[in-house]
């Protein structure tokens, strides 16, 4: 009777799903504690979910499965997020319709997710790419809109010549499209963008509160890059007198007796209308077309050589010592932060340093530092005391900012790093954004009634390259009345990008089949926030920055009750393959979970993913481990199958070791779990399985046979890993409901504590030792025991006793 996962495994799938997967569903308003358990749903690809998807699916999965044991109401649900290139290129390369892809690859991982035993509740399945579900996705779109949070730009933005696509900010790493790696391109293209920048303070302040990560609060902080300093303002002269006005950004306003020259952005608007008396403009102009092409990273990028080009015929005065200075542009300084505009200060700032170097431009150190003295070729970028500054010359700098803002009128402030979001993308696989262009209205919203704005079928889905969307060919459908007017307008044809259906999605499976509303303000209530929310560390800042924005937005539309979406947040660690390397086909070294489900068992898989280490530990695979964790599920079935094949479960005793075990394996899977500590739960298991099939301390050929309940307690805490095996084992133990409806077992400290007591050794009625023995030893055995004894060996003298007197659990009386 070997246990036979590839029988009955799927003999339980089937049955769960023929009772529709009704343990696992949750219930609106139920008066039992809420949770909120949810994993990064994913992208359906063709390659189907891989053992790093799992990882996290089962960690949640065991925590979900505990916690409906412990009387929670648990959410715990599923979708796809089915937007975005991949289909769509898939789509080109086969020409098959992207819905089409997407249905196909939705349909294989829900099979693979049924094949591993996951507990979703499928009555909350949500699919981005449903009409029903973008509907309210494009709603979410006009309610910013109307807010004055979504608006058309024509910046210029990262594109992409591979994807032939703009990008946002966060899609660019190191200068590079974070889908396809080619190098990405500034173009000025007609884009809609999110005023995610008024949310700075917000998304910033929450962070405190969250259970997340550190270095995920550190990278979003870092992203949203909060400055506190100051505008100065330097008038600005030609040589027939004052021509207006130039505002720096400055988190030094302490150095400004340093301030030798400022540097203007070559995208700064005075410069166009300083033009009449800026001399050399020509040049200016060139240097500012070629800037215009480089990315914001090759401008900023310290390695480079600084260049620039000073503005002749006009020069600005130093309001701290009304100094004139000349003015530059350079392309390290960026239009879009603070004010587009610099004062240099070149002996306490790097990248000025550089440049005043280059161009022989004066260097005035301005703070000394505390200890160490330093020559004027170095940059000295710390706190010290001020010199060269007039009356402030002797202050502390930190005082000194004060002062000197006072001084000169200008304004403390702050400036962020963060930018607004390009949300816009030129192709066809996404949401139509809603809004309709009207030459006489300009930019309408789309009635909400019309919702949801479908995608057209096209012939083509290959993007032009230029900048439109496929969409835009569609004449048919791009051409429209206006609903303000009623007067001709055309559609806008760009798409929203990937991240719009996962902005929000966690708050669809609250009430996913609600036609009226996004969702029920009852139920938001009452699910929400997110408990735990499992996922890759990749989405730091994109997916979770943006869904804290739509979330604080709805929230201050009085829409959500809830003012942060995720609550405790946990990065599963990366599996590497077995070569430690990072798992990818070109390395065929990516384990397939289709491959060991075949081969061990759903049940194997799950325990050795969380066997391997940390949940959030970066783990090799391990084929060997996979082995281990089989033996020890192997090893469960035969225990209980030979004991319930020999049936005698009555005559089985109580055994106080086991015991001892089984308590503090509940105790350890309790105090785990809780702490999502899945490697140590099992740890625990296994030492009490050891325990079980042990031999006998007092006859070491004898086998201890296992209770039923200590068995029955066992299979509880089993079954969040290994829900098939022990479904199975429970059902042989004579159960006929579900072990998964259950109640988690108590531990009891009583019986954690070591369970031997003094046997009192006489011979001939006469004390002669005290032996440690197990409680509730049989005469038998405590016979066996004693006479092992050195001691009691040598008093008997190889004598065979007359008589024996036992006392259970007090004494034995040797008489010879
Ligand atoms: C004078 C100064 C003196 C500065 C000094 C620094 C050190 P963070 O910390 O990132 O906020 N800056 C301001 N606007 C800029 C722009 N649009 N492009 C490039 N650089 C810009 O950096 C703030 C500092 O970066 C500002 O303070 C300014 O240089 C520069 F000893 O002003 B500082
Ligand atoms: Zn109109």
């Not at 004010?339 to 280059?358: L, N, S, W």
């Not at 938001?524 to 929310?533: A, F, H, I, R, T």
């Amino acid at each position: 009777m070997k246990y036979n996962h590839l029988k009955i495994e799927p003999k339980w799938q089937k049955i769960w799903a023929k009772n529709k997967y009704k343990n696992w569903q949750s219930q609106d308003f139920s008066k039992k504690p809420k949770k909120y358990i949810l994993d990064m749903f994913p992208y359906p690809s063709g390659d189907g979910l891989h053992v790093g998807h799992l990882e996290g699916y089962v960690a949640t999965d065991i925590y979900s499965r505990y916690l409906r044991m412990t009387n929670h109401n648990v959410i715990h649900p599923m979708g796809w997020d089915a937007f975005g290139l991949p289909a769509e290129n898939y789509a080109i390369k086969t020409n098959t319709h992207p819905e089409q892809v997407v249905e196909k690859n939705v349909k294989n991982f829900k099979r693979q997710i049924q094949s591993f035993g996951l507990s979703y509740d499928w009555t909350r399945e949500i699919n981005t790419t449903d009409p029903e579900y973008y509907k309210w996705t494009q709603w979410i779109f006009l309610q910013l809109f109307k807010a004055g949070l979504a608006y058309e730009d024509y910046k210029p933005i990262n594109f992409c010549p591979s994807c032939k696509t703009g990008l946002a900010n966060e899609e660019v790493i190191d200068n590079k499209c974070a889908r396809c790696n080619s190098i990405v391109e500034k173009r000025k293209l007609r884009q809609w963008m999110l005023k995610i920048t008024d949310y700075a303070d917000k998304l910033l302040d929450g962070l405190d509160k969250l259970d997340w990560p550190q270095s995920v609060k550190e990278l979003q902080r870092n992203w949203i890059g909060k400055s506190e300093g100051a505008h100065v303002k330097f008038k600005v002269q030609s040589n027939t007198g004052r021509i207006g006005e130039l505002e720096v950004f400055t988190t030094r306003p302490d150095t400004l007796f340093g301030a030798t020259y400022l540097v203007m952005s070559p995208e700064h608007p005075l410069i166009s209308q300083w033009k009449v008396h800026i001399t050399n403009h020509s040049e200016v102009e060139r240097y500012a077309d070629t800037a215009f092409q480089k990315t914001e990273e090759e401008r900023t990028d310290p390695q480079k050589s600084k260049t620039g080009v000073e503005l002749h015929g006009i020069e600005a005065i130093n309001p701290a010592n009304n100094r004139p200075i000349p003015i530059w542009i350079s392309d390290y300084v960026l239009m879009g932060y603070g004010t587009g505009a610099i004062m240099a200060v070149p002996a306490h700032d790097t990248r000025d340093f550089e440049f005043a170097k280059k161009f022989n431009l004066d260097i005035i150190q301005v703070i000394k530092p505390e200890k160490e003295v330093v020559g004027i070729d170095e940059v000295y970028t710390g706190n010290g005391t001020l010199i060269n500054s007039g009356n402030f010359s002797g202050l502390n700098n930190e005082t000194a900012k004060e002062k000197i803002c006072l001084y000169t009128s200008s304004k403390k402030t702050v400036a962020y790093h963060l930018r607004d979001w390009v949300f816009s993308r030129q192709r066809y696989w996404g949401e139509p954004i809603p809004i309709i262009k009207c030459e006489k209205c300009g930019n309408v919203p789309l009635k909400e009634k019309d919702l949801p704005l479908k995608l057209p079928k096209v012939k083509s889905y290959q993007p032009s390259g230029t900048g439109e969307s496929p969409l835009a060919n569609i004449e048919k459908w791009v051409n429209t009345k206006c609903p303000k007017c009623g007067g001709p307008a055309k559609r806008e044809t760009n798409t929203m990008p990937q991240w719009a259906g996962s902005c929000w999605y966690y708050l669809r499976y609250i009430d996913p089949k609600n036609k009226k509303a996004f969702i029920d303000a009852k139920k938001e209530k009452y699910w929400m926030p997110v408990d735990l929310y499992v996922g890759g560390a990749e989405h730091a800042v994109l997916h979770l920055l943006y869904a804290r924005f739509w979330h604080k937005f709805l929230y201050d539309q009085k829409i959500l009750t809830s003012n942060e979406p995720f609550k405790k947040l946990i990065n599963q660690g990366i599996i590497l393959g077995d070569d430690r390397e990072k798992m990818s086909k070109s390395k065929g070294n990516v384990i397939s979970p289709d491959g060991i489900v075949k081969e061990y068992g759903a049940d194997t898989l799950r325990m050795y993913e969380m066997f391997m280490g940390p949940l959030e530990a970066m783990k090799p695979w391990d084929t060997s481990g996979i082995s281990g964790v089989n033996r020890f599920l192997n090893r469960i079935w035969n225990l209980i199958s030979e004991q319930t094949k020999a049936g005698n479960w009555k005559k089985i005793k109580d055994n106080a070791k086991q015991k001892k075990s089984l308590h503090q394996a509940i105790k350890r899977a309790t105090k785990d779990i809780e702490n999502l500590s899945f490697n140590t739960a099992i740890s625990g298991m296994m030492e009490c399985l050891n325990a079980f099939t042990e031999k006998d301390e007092s006859n070491l050929s004898v086998v201890p046979q296992v209770k039923k309940e200590y068995l029955e307690d066992f299979l509880k805490i089993l079954a969040p890993f290994a829900p098939h095996i022990t479904e199975e084992l429970w059902q042989m133990l004579g159960h006929k409901k579900s072990i998964h409806l259950e109640k988690w077992p108590k531990y009891n400290e009583k019986f954690l504590v070591e369970k031997d007591f003094e046997l009192i050794v006489q011979i001939n009625g006469k004390v002669r030792d005290r032996i440690k023995a197990p409680m509730d030893i049989s005469q038998d055995n405590a016979e066996k025991l004693v006479t092992k004894q050195e001691k009691i060996k040598q008093l008997l003298n190889g004598q065979t006793p007359k008589k024996i007197i036992f006392v259970k659990n007090r004494l034995i009386n040797i008489v010879i």
